[in-house]
């Protein structure tokens, strides 16, 4: 099994910055890819920030240049820096990792942190 945790999150003042983490354990051979994905009420997750084995990162286009992340790799960690948060960025923000585990891979979902923003 994977587990796959969350922490930080909160609540933040419009225009402040947070930054959430997220770890991953439990038995896979390696890591493909860690990301973050968002879903405020009545919407669908939508993709935050997301980086790959190979390094490459990429971003919602609403979160450009406010966010970012950064993985570490030996320590199967990772963290997302959200600065000049807006209202809008109000959501529940998930940590989702997919490894392999021979030639398979698997999604494995944290339980998910609350972001609120106000103004």
Known sequence: QVQTVESGGGLVQAGGSVTLSCSTSGIFDTINAMGWYRQAPGKQ???VAI???G???DYGDSVKGRFTITRRNA???MALQMNSLKPDDTAVYYCNVRVYRGYELFDSWGQGTQVTVYS
Do not use: D, P, Q
Request: proline content about 0%.
């Open 51 to 53: 980086t790959t084995s």
């Open 45 to 47: 997750r939508e993709l």
């Open 75 to 77: 320590l199967n960690t």
């Open 55 to 57: 390094g490459s990162t």
